[in-house]
């Protein structure tokens, strides 16, 4: 049977199992209970230290597993689900452009890239923007257009200083950007082209810069770090030190973008403004999409000077226009600067009541409880049990980063698991 020119002629069973194992077994087609963590033991890089959860349907603040159990998701995909789980204004969107236009190639002008460009550029002090797909991939592109910059304006210089602690992603080049031993002895050599210097430390920046800095690369609130959030002077000082020599100042804000923090963008928070910015995670709520924008003075790229298959493809900018506008629109960051205020409170009844808590901390919905043990792993696999989702970020320290949509009711839900369990460990 012939449909128009596509022939759909069944191969010989020879053919197409030609390059299958033949000791291994053929795989079901539909997705039945199976042990998912056993396959993936088999199966997948050793690279995650994964819960024992298998999540199979998600919706608003709310995921489950494969026996039906509901959990609260403070987690989020790691502050991915703005919008929660498959929110309709989302998945509209994405439906209409799947049936549009998925993808094309970035040498033809396509309308959701340049309506998300003109949204993004209107909402921050930015002038131009870049997609791309990832974190990391926006963070190290930021860095490319750095030293870009600094081989037209500044002789040559190509130092990117970073600071202890920070988390920019996982290549090579922001493995050493990622002021972090644990994540850097293992790739060793690494690229040049980063000094690593003490965090919230204005002068530490001063001595580190040379004839060869072209850029300062910061997170202004550390999320990987266990949500730290810097002294109210250290980045406008850092700013200031940047107008002074001419150099730039990137804004890693991966996580505390797009209204997490409780303002569309922490730098509005911090009263400085980059000139280069870094995005990810939120913008389209967990379809994958990476973007840097850029001060004019500071987009120094020049046609052929970097590029991306996929970054910016309509299916991707269209889910992220579809959740930038609504988030701007429903005024998301002054309910997460609400609830997140809330949120904190109750952390702060937790530490004055229970002895194992420490301290709270954070801004919007990126907080953190710190405890007196190194029980976070405990403490997060107890959660689970109790049906919350939550992230232990360090040893002795869990994160909470919940959809940007959760509720004073969800919060409640939320903390009283935590008491529980925190009284008891
Ligand atoms: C501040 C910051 N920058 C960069 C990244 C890397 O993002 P991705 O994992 O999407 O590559 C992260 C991820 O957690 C991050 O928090």
Redesign the pocket.
């Known amino acids: 049977m012939c449909r128009g020119r596509v022939s759909l002629t069944v191969l010989p069973r020879t053919h197409c199992c030609a390059r299958m194992n033949p000791n291994r077994e053929a795989r079901p087609l539909s997705q039945q209970q199976r042990d998912w963590p056993e396959l993936e033991s088999q199966l997948y890089l050793k690279t995650f230290r994964r819960i024992p959860l298998t999540i199979v349907r998600g919706e608003g603040t709310r995921v489950w597993d494969e026996q039906g159990r509901a959990y609260l998701d403070f987690v989020a995909g ?2 991915v689900n703005a919008l929660g789980h498959c929110h309709p204004v989302l998945v509209e969107a994405i439906e209409r452009q799947a049936r549009t236009l998925i993808h094309t190639s970035n040498q033809f002008y396509t309308v959701p890239q340049l309506e998300l460009a003109e949204l993004l550029v209107k909402h921050s002090c930015l002038d131009r923007v870049f997609f791309c797909n ?6 190290e592109g930021a860095v490319k257009l750095a030293r870009r910059y600094g081989k037209l304006h500044l002789d040559g210089a190509y130092e990117v200083i970073t600071v202890s602690d ?6 090579l080049a ?1 493995t050493a950007a990622t002021a972090q031993q644990k994540y850097q002895q293992l790739y060793t050599p690494l690229p040049p082209g980063f000094v690593n210097v003490e965090w919230n430390d204005p002068k530490a920046i001063r001595d580190a810069t040379g004839e060869n800095t072209c850029a300062v690369m910061l ?1 202004p609130v ?3 770090a266990g949500v730290r959030i810097p002294d109210a002077g250290y980045l406008p000082a850092v700013r200031r030190w940047c107008d002074e020599k001419g150099i730039l100042l990137i804004l ?5 973008g797009i209204g997490r923090t409780g303002t569309l963008f922490r730098y509005e928070e911090a009263g400085v403004e980059p000139d280069i910015l ?1 995005l ?2 939120g913008l389209a709520s967990g379809v ?1 999409i ?1 973007a840097f924008l850029a001060k004019e003075r500071a987009s120094a790229f020049q046609p052929g000077d970097h590029g991306s298959t996929f970054g910016g493809n309509p299916l991707a900018c269209a889910a992220a226009f579809a959740v930038v506008s609504y988030i701007i629109e429903h005024d998301i960051p002054g309910h997460v600067r609400r609830v997140g205020v809330r949120f904190l409170r109750l952390l702060n009844d937790i530490v004055r009541d229970l002895p194992i808590a420490r301290e709270a901390r954070g801004c919007g919905l990126l907080l953190a409880l710190v405890l007196n043990k190194d029980v976070a792993e405990d403490v997060t696999l107890q959660c689970l049990h109790h049906g919350l989702l939550i992230n232990r970020v360090r040893p002795n320290t869990v994160r909470f980063m919940p959809p940007l949509i959760t509720t004073d009711g969800d919060v409640d839900e939320a903390v009283a698991i935590l008491r529980t369990v925190l009284a008891s460990v």
């Open positions: 790691w502050a990832s974190g990391v991939e926006a963070a920070s988390f920019h992603g996982r290549t922001m997170e550390q999320g990987e890693d804000e991966v996580q505390t870094v990810a995670k994958p990476g």
